[in-house]
């Protein structure tokens, strides 16, 4: 869709739905709440060479139907400084926190310097939020020296706690990408090591429950409070393994897609996602890209929104399709959809970055399961699109790309070719899961014995991934926790990699 038409559409959603006749006029802006209202934390998100999104929602009960709000807006204000005594002011301004939006504030900050730290906070009825950390992207083209990230994924609350995103915090890291399963929608299982409400969330109310009761946990809010974060989601965000209309427990993509409409729209409201992002109807704009001056150029994928139908389920054991079953690779199929797929191809060929960092949502490489089958809720579903991804790189002779992913609770670290033994053309990094539990390692040892351009793979161990680009090489280290069944464990390093600038392939480091 043309960015005008999205606009226009955009543009005409807000006005009919988001924004009912007087509204606006019965703001408690001087209203004192008792209760505190930053129940869930400050955020920041999609930086820019001028700019970042701030967030808040104003939420004094986070773990109850309705939050503790009533229908009224409630102004926030907002401040952002140059120090973390929040001295040298350096943007202030107010928003409106409105019922129809779940109370969510998007702030759009402009007009700051490129390449610099800053610090944020908003005040509302009477209450000062936790302080945010964040920062501004280099101006395009700008030398940059180093870049430091941190990357996870997959964060099932029951099954642990978030160690992980202290040790994230503990980093202050230029960036934090979060690649999917940001929530859990499944409904709750009884013994679960930390319990949140038993209903499955299929509308708007479920879903927005379901986020608040992440986003009360404190180690997220650290994360969040740290640094920027980019955002893109995979599966559970909507319902386990969905595809564009495709929901495997709802025969009718009709009703699938009034679900989805919900779930972007409650995920909408809950990241730092600038008013591009402004869900319209079932459809979210989430796939974008982010320069970071000279050094490095980041794509963010969707491969949820836009992929052709699954493949091969007549013959297939839950996700495990056999790999010689012929429409996996057929060419008319798409992971990403045609329109994304091209716009991927002119960020690759037009890239003046020294590292192309593709964050997406899986493991990108091909992965013969221990019975020799492939999945096909992957790229291996659609293993064309792959090639094509792969080749781009070749052919646009794309420096340094390197694949950062998540969804399959493991640590991987491999590297990518176009066919089994050749050369490799960039390398991968799946920085396992937050809280959600892994594959055996004997199973996955089986599995890596049959894919010898997997270097590395643990699924016993959470953490995330830290990633140091310099001009000269990309280091990444695999960071897990002690133990996620308990809260506070520590988080050490697990194993480190380096890619050389301009020699592709990894090597222990
Ligand atoms: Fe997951």
Redesign the pocket.
């Known amino acids: 869709m043309t960015d005008r038409r999205h606009l226009l559409r955009q543009a005409a959603w807000l006005a009919g739905a988001a924004l009912m006749p007087g509204a606006w006029t019965s703001a408690v802006a001087q209203t004192r709440m008792a209760e505190y209202p930053f129940g869930l934390g400050v955020a920041s998100g999609d930086p820019t060479a001028d700019g970042v999104v701030l967030w808040t929602r104003i939420a004094p009960r986070p773990r109850e139907p309705g939050f503790g709000m009533g229908r009224a807006p409630v102004i926030v204000e907002w401040l952002v400084a140059e120090d973390a005594g929040l001295t040298r002011v350096a943007r202030r301004g107010q928003a409106i926190a409105a019922w129809e939006a779940g109370h969510a504030v998007h702030v759009e900050v402009g007009g700051l310097r490129p390449d610099r730290e800053y610090w944020y906070r908003f005040t509302a009825a009477g209450h000062q939020s936790p302080l945010g950390r964040t920062r501004t992207a280099p101006a395009a083209g700008a030398p940059v020296e180093r870049l430091r990230l941190a990357y996870g994924?997959?964060q099932?609350f029951e099954a642990g706690f978030w160690s992980a995103h202290a040790g994230i915090a503990a980093e202050t890291p230029d960036l934090v990408l979060f690649l999917?399963?940001y929530i859990?929608e499944q409904a709750a299982k009884a013994g679960a090591l930390r319990a949140h409400p038993p209903q499955e969330p299929v509308d708007l109310d479920g879903y927005r429950l379901r986020h608040a009761w992440y986003r009360a946990d404190g180690d997220l809010q650290a994360a969040h409070a740290a640094a920027p974060w980019m955002v893109i989601w995979?599966d559970?965000e909507v319902v386990n393994d969905y595809g564009r209309d495709q929901d495997r427990s709802n025969p009718d993509p009709k009703a699938f897609l009034r679900r989805r409409a919900a779930a972007y729209q409650a995920y909408y409201e809950n990241m730092p996602l600038r008013r591009k992002q402004v869900p319209v109807g079932p459809d979210l704009q989430l796939y974008r890209s982010l320069d970071w001056g000279s050094l490095a150029r980041l794509n963010f994928l969707d491969t949820r929104q836009y992929r052709d139908r699954r493949t091969c389920e007549a013959v297939s054991d839950e996700k495990r399709i056999p790999y010689d079953c012929p429409d996996r690779t057929a060419a008319s199929r798409s992971l990403l959809g045609r329109t994304q797929e091209r716009w991927l191809e002119g960020r690759a060929k037009d890239s003046p970055a020294r590292w192309n960092v593709l964050a997406q949502q899986y493991l990108m490489g091909e992965l013969k399961l221990d019975d020799g089958r492939v999945s096909n809720d992957g790229w291996d579903g659609y293993a064309q699109t792959r090639r094509r991804v792969l080749e781009t790189w070749r052919d646009a002779k794309t420096p340094n790309p390197v694949a950062l992913g998540?969804?399959i609770?493991c640590f991987f670290a491999g590297d990518l070719a176009l066919r089994p033994g050749d050369a490799p053309l960039a390398s991968e990094f799946v920085g396992g899961?937050i809280s959600?539990l892994g594959a055996a390692n004997d199973s996955l040892a089986a599995s890596v014995a049959r894919n010898p351009h997997l270097k590395f793979a643990e699924g016993q161990r959470r953490g995330y991934g830290r990633v140091e680009l310099t001009a000269r090489d990309c280091r990444v280290t695999f960071r897990a926790v002690d133990n996620a069944f308990v809260p506070s464990s520590p988080v050490r390093d697990l194993a480190a990699f380096v890619v050389e600038a301009g020699r592709p392939g990894l090597s222990r480091a």
Do not use: I, N, T, V
Request: with cysteine; aromatic share 8%.
């Open positions: 994924s997959c099932k999917g399963d859990y995979d559970h998540g969804d609770h899961s959600s």
